[in-house]
């Protein structure tokens, strides 16, 4: 464990050898580049959360093809044009932005849940006795419970948006954006906020 700022998830020294699974900025920060007829040709720029789950349903959209696969990840509409972009989606457009970051944010291993749950919650499981597991575990599944339950809601308005045409219920997104703020507070609320910065930046 290093005796740097963050404990071991601060970033290691020269010669560290990488596996698979780490949790510095190495690992979990890449990059995804897209390009071709109707994307914006914005050159680099990082302002979108995004992971791996991301691609496939981002591919699809972009090449107007559907399946019955259900997907973890969103469409990164922010980087396409409106003319491929479905209607349903561009009459919401900053709605189903927001409601895309609020999913990542709960639902992605390196959104805020995922590190707040890791460097703060699970972290003092580890440290403390039996009862303050316990205790902690048990919390954990709880927020997983609830996380679960709101995110399910979000992909499934953001999948039927994409790739079935439904109009978006503002007054349902908004709802959904809530709560999953409010699951984020309630951890820094319970004193399990973040101790190790942010390995997506």
């Not at 464990?1 to 890449?30: E, K, L, R, Y």
């Not at 922010?78 to 919401?92: F, I």
């Not at 440290?127 to 609830?146: C, F, H, M, Q, W």
Request: charged share 25%; glycine share 12%; aromatic share 6%.
């Amino acid at each position: 464990m290093s005796d740097a700022p963050g404990g071991c998830f601060a970033a290691p020294g020269p010669g560290f050898v990488w596996n698979h699974g780490d949790f510095q900025n190495d690992i979990t920060h890449t990059w995804l580049g897209i390009v071709g007829p109707g994307v914006h040709a914005a050159g680099a720029f990082g302002d979108i959360f995004s992971d791996h789950t991301d691609i496939r349903p981002t591919i699809l959209s972009l090449a107007g093809l559907t399946d019955d696969y259900g997907h973890d990840g969103r469409v990164l509409f922010e980087v396409l044009n409106d003319a491929v972009v479905p209607k349903s989606v561009r009459d919401h457009r900053d709605l189903v932005s927001e409601l895309a970051e609020a999913y990542k944010e709960i639902n992605a291993p390196v959104g805020k849940l995922g590190i707040k749950t890791l460097t703060g919650m699970s972290t003092q499981a580890l440290t403390g006795d039996d009862a303050t597991y316990s205790a902690l575990e048990a919390r954990i599944v709880d927020l997983t419970n609830k996380r679960n339950s709101i995110a399910s809601q979000m992909i499934a308005i953001l999948e039927n948006a994409f790739f079935n045409g439904q109009r978006v219920d503002e007054g349902t997104a908004h709802k959904l954006i809530k709560q999953a703020e409010e699951l984020l507070e309630s951890i820094d609320e319970a004193g399990g906020g973040d101790r190790g910065g942010d390995p997506r930046h």
